[in-house]
């Protein structure tokens, strides 16, 4: 198998300048630049330098996959718009971590599956699905981290017996759940994205949304008379700010005017453990189950109602392919009369359905290449 090496960087809050790309170029001829992108695909090679470093210096996201298994996710956000604590309280270690780099923020999620991808990989295209969730985190919306823990995790493997007997004792921080963060009922497409890309269980995932409250919303007239209270001062330093054009200008105003306005925001009915969130996904996949069974069931015996209707025709179908005395005729046959014992069986009427076959077989004894398909279906 060839190998295959995908990263993707964008600049979201401003242009890379000319001499930015002429800079970047450089590093790779396998390099496809824009003033708002960076591409390098390899087949064989790695990427010359530190990923971290490039995305630190030029650009705001960073997307990865290998097709060995490995699946990367960087964030680069200004650090006075970020509450870095709350974000921490999401790392899982060497899975989700958070890092402070000069002026700047650094999430950075990485995945490596030790048996790797089962089916072909595409990176293109997968960074402009999720760099949607940048902007929701600088919103204060830290679904994405909430997310990733999740899948962080599924990769925890100190969750032994020997933990299970200290659970009554102590109620060790690590092992608890972060804050779940509101509105999981209703997920943006990069926020699903990522759930798709990241493979994050879904099971897990209906137990976090059983514990996530919806935000309220803020009224205009609160938004209003918070704008009133601000300093003309301030009014004026905004405005000139945003002729100027600054990026994320209206992130930091709301910030700013959200700090002024008091919300009442229920909190998620106390935390819960790690082992207690895996087991409540545990629960949920058993009811899947049950649920995929019983419409299994509900679906056979829809179909098997339908083919009692029409039992004779049936048989009279297999007759008449088993006088066409064709190979592909006789591999039609075969599928027609396990349906048919499938509904001997449902109706009680097994012997029936055998003495049916004994009777074609007597009548078609000479077909062999029929009779080679009923003994390796076990049908004679």
């Known amino acids: 198998m060839s190998e295959y090496q995908y990263y993707e960087f964008q600049s979201v809050d401003r242009r890379l300048t000319q001499s930015e790309q002429e800079a970047i170029s450089k590093l790779s001829s396998r390099a496809q630049i824009s003033s708002t992108r960076a591409i390098f695909v390899y087949s064989y090679g790695?990427?010359?330098?530190n990923e971290k470093q490039l995305l630190i210096k030029y650009f705001d996201a960073m997307f990865y996959i290998a097709n060995w298994g490995s699946l990367q996710l960087m964030f680069r956000f200004p650090k006075g718009l970020i509450d870095i604590e709350l974000m921490r309280k999401y790392c899982v270690e060497d899975i989700v971590e958070v890092s402070e780099i000069n002026d700047f923020v650094i999430l950075e999620i990485s995945i490596n599956e030790?048996?790797?991808?089962?089916e072909w990989i595409e990176g293109e295209g997968n960074l402009s699905s999720l760099i949607g969730s940048r902007q929701e985190i600088l919103q204060g919306d830290y679904r994405l981290l909430?997310?990733?823990?999740l899948k962080g995790i599924t990769y925890l493997?100190?969750?032994d017996d020997e933990d299970e007997e200290d659970d009554d004792d102590e109620n060790d921080e690590e092992g608890l759940e972060p804050p779940v963060p509101p509105n999981f009922g209703k997920l943006s497409s990069s926020l699903q994205a990522f759930i798709d890309i990241f493979e994050v269980d879904e099971h897990l995932l209906k137990a976090a949304i059983s514990a996530s409250v919806a935000k309220p919303s803020i009224p205009e007239s609160s938004i209003k008379e918070a704008i009133k209270k601000l300093a003309r001062s301030e009014v004026d330093t905004f405005l000139l700010r945003l002729v100027k054009g600054e990026s994320n200008l209206s992130v930091e105003l709301s910030k700013k005017l959200s700090g002024m306005i008091e919300v009442r925001q229920d909190e998620n009915s106390g935390k819960r453990t790690i082992r207690q969130l895996l087991a409540i996904a545990e629960k949920e996949e058993k009811k899947e189950e049950e649920r995929r069974g019983q419409e299994a069931k509900a679906a056979r015996i829809r179909d098997l109602e339908?083919?009692?209707k029409r039992e004779t025709a049936a048989w009279e179908d297999i007759d008449a392919l088993i006088q066409k005395g064709t190979s592909s005729s006789y591999d039609e046959v075969v599928?027609?009369?396990l349906k048919l014992q499938d509904l001997a069986d449902y109706q009680n009427q097994t012997v029936k359905f055998f003495t049916g076959v004994q009777q074609?077989?007597?009548k078609y004894s000479s077909r062999s290449g029929l009779k080679r398909r009923l003994l390796k279906a076990n049908l004679l």
């Open 146 to 149: 909430y997310l990733a823990w």
């Open 157 to 159: 493997d100190d969750l």
């Open 46 to 49: 790695d990427l010359p330098g």
């Open 306 to 308: 339908a083919l009692a």
């Open 114 to 118: 030790e048996e790797g991808f089962n």
């Open 360 to 362: 074609l077989h007597n």
């Open 335 to 337: 599928p027609l009369l």
